[in-house]
């Protein structure tokens, strides 16, 4: 669907091209994508077109002499500008299609590198790494015989991994001294992970179609979990995770469960069309698909509204069903943005969203300006503006958004205050999940 020069895909967010990295998560944007005339400068397309769409205000003559990276960096941390090549391997990231080994980490001093998160169809999540693991040596072989290196840093741990041609083998080792082996390859990344008490089933796009298919993984099952519960894990709202998520709620469905636990921790956002592909999933019939998912109000006072699209499936066909929420202060963006539909609703009760309350080791290492018991706070929209044949972008901030109860969590995410449980955590991710362990005891009997 298009609207003169508006392009219907709506983009949130940079999540960088590069898989391992040591950043925990990086906010989501809701962005869409304009095209400009091409017979102005670079630098003169840029400055109009910042001071007719940025939702901030905009000192052009403080812009004068400077670089379009420069100018990009006088604006807010959600606005940037992307040449052509950047902007390039910034869609077809956001695609799905990736490449590397699937991870990111945090660097623990004495202790190594605890996984945070793994994309499903990966190299790392193929070769058995999962959340949770802490890596600290890695090995590999060359014309000298095998070799082993510790990991003392992020910095010596990141130039191990580039100095490894894709498709060469190699191990990483964690401290417990099981290794995994794997190698650096272009792949399809899921993004949804489904587990019962019982099994568990991951995201595949190796069946030659291109379509997601589920896999069962008997290994990966949550014992811990309630007889009659189903976990989801949605790590990002990219690629084909709509059509993935579409699939996991047709198998809780013919499994007959009675409650949902959907996890998202450390999801900083990701389309704008996925989540409310995800969102259409908890509408009641086929006459709620058209139900706002959120409203964007831009600096002249326009109004957008954004609905619930289920393209697949019957969705969550009971009403009934008891839906439980995880977020930490990493889940932003679009995860925000859902949580306002399930809430709005009525298919989720505030107490029912568990808030990541992390330890003081955590907070030591994170930082003073690190967020504890709350969910990210990031309720404005980015659009991506596109210049023609340079295909260089600018995205910027353009609106803010609006659940459809009217609730705006920008600069304020989700508290105690609005009804939340607090979940006692270690860190972002530990081995096990002791956080969703601790909340399934405690409150999901």
């Not at 090995?139 to 510790?150: L, M, Q, S």
């Not at 699939?247 to 989540?275: C, P």
Request: some cysteine; hydrophobic content about 35%.
């Amino acid at each position: 669907m298009n609207k003169s020069s508006l392009t219907a895909k709506r983009i949130i967010a940079v999540v960088a091209a590069v898989l391992l990295t040591a950043a925990v998560f990086a906010a989501g944007y809701f962005t869409r994508k304009f095209t400009q005339p091409a017979y102005v400068s670079s630098y003169e397309w840029a400055v109009k077109t910042i001071k007719n769409n940025y939702f901030y205000d905009f000192d052009a003559r403080a812009a004068e002499g400077r670089s379009l990276k420069e100018i990009g960096g006088m604006l807010d941390k959600y606005s940037a500008y992307y040449t052509a090549e950047e902007y390039k391997a910034l869609i077809r990231d956001n695609e799905g299609e990736k490449s590397g080994l699937g991870i990111s980490y945090n660097f623990i001093p004495d202790e190594g590198a605890r996984i945070i998160s793994v994309f499903g169809n990966s190299p790392a999540y193929l070769s058995g790494l999962r959340t949770g693991e802490t890596l600290q040596k890695g090995a590999f072989t060359d014309e000298n015989g095998e070799k082993t290196v510790t990991f003392r840093s992020s910095a010596e741990l990141t130039a191990f991994i580039d100095a490894r041609e894709t498709g060469e083998k190699f191990s990483l080792i964690n401290d417990e001294g099981r290794s995994f082996t794997l190698s650096k390859e272009v792949y399809a990344a899921s993004y949804v992970f489904y587990a019962t008490a019982d099994s568990a089933w991951e995201v595949r796009y190796n069946n030659g179609s291109g379509e997601p298919a589920l896999v069962e993984s008997p290994q990966d099952k949550i014992s811990f979990l309630p007889k009659n519960a189903a976990y989801v894990k949605l790590n990002q709202f990219y690629g084909g995770a709509g059509e993935e998520f579409d699939r996991v709620i047709e198998k809780f469905n013919a499994e007959n469960r009675t409650s949902l636990i959907l996890d998202l921790r450390n999801n900083g956002g990701g389309y704008v069309s996925v989540m409310q592909d995800i969102a259409g999933n908890f509408t009641s019939s086929e006459t709620d698909k058209s139900c706002t998912a959120m409203t964007a109000i831009y600096k002249n006072g326009r109004k957008e509204k954004y609905n619930c699209v289920r393209k697949s499936g019957n969705g969550l066909i009971k009403k009934d069903t008891q839906v439980y929420v995880l977020a930490n202060s990493g889940t932003a963006s679009a995860s925000e943005a859902l949580i306002g539909v399930l809430v709005s609703y009525g298919f989720l009760k505030y107490e029912n969203i568990f808030l990541s309350d992390y330890s003081e080791k955590y907070l030591d290492f994170a930082g003073k300006d690190a967020k504890t018991a709350q969910s990210y706070g990031k309720g404005i929209m980015q659009s991506t503006f596109v210049r023609p044949f340079t295909k260089e972008a600018l995205k910027l901030t353009t609106a803010q958004i609006y659940w459809p109860n009217g609730k705006c969590i920008h600069d304020v995410g989700l508290t105690k205050q609005d009804g939340c449980r607090l979940a006692p955590a270690e860190w972002t991710a530990t081995k096990g999940d002791s956080e969703l362990e601790a909340v399934c005891s405690t409150y999901l009997k």
